[in-house]
């Protein structure tokens, strides 16, 4: 069962790296990234370096998957909140700029700008 619950680990990983790469690979054709994009593989990242640290059970990655996939579309409506949005805008927009670095690139849908 360990050995499973680290493939699906492995598995989770590589669709972080994926979501880094595409973004990466977008910023360098000039096309704009959109905020949603970047809060996905963000929460990629965060939850595989989680499940990593910390002996949970990797099992729980399977749903967690989609509820990312899900769960950016609602972060997009939550960014328009006064004092929450502005807070995770900050906090995504600036993990973004950190991933795109190196190859410029420029986030879009931001809702009221940074």
Same mark, same amino acid.
């Given at each position: &069962?360990?050995?499973?619950?680290?493939?699906?680990?492995?598995?989770?990983?590589?669709?972080? =790296?994926?979501?880094?790469?595409?973004?990466? *690979?977008?910023?360098?054709?000039?096309?704009?990234?959109?905020? =949603? &994009?970047?809060? *996905?593989?963000?929460?990629?990242? @965060?939850?595989?370096? @989680?499940?990593?640290?910390?002996?949970?059970?990797?099992?729980?990655?399977?749903?967690?998957?989609? +509820?990312?996939?899900?769960?950016? *579309?609602? @972060?997009?409506?939550?960014?328009?909140?006064? =004092?929450?949005?502005?807070?995770?805008?900050?906090?995504?927009? +600036?993990?973004?700029?950190? &991933? @795109? =670095?190196?190859?410029?690139?420029?986030? *879009?849908?931001?809702?009221?700008?940074?």
């Amino acid at each position: &069962m360990v050995i499973i619950q680290w493939i699906i680990w492995g598995a989770f990983l590589f669709v972080a =790296v994926g979501f880094l790469f595409n973004l990466r *690979q977008e910023a360098k054709r000039n096309q704009r990234i959109h905020i =949603v &994009m970047v809060a *996905q593989a963000v929460l990629y990242f @965060l939850f595989s370096i @989680l499940f990593f640290i910390f002996p949970w059970n990797k099992f729980h990655l399977i749903w967690i998957f989609p +509820t990312i996939m899900m769960g950016s *579309q609602i @972060l997009f409506i939550i960014f328009r909140f006064p =004092v929450i949005g502005t807070l995770l805008r900050v906090i995504f927009v +600036t993990f973004g700029e950190a &991933m @795109l =670095v190196g190859v410029g690139g420029t986030i *879009q849908g931001v809702p009221y700008g940074k």
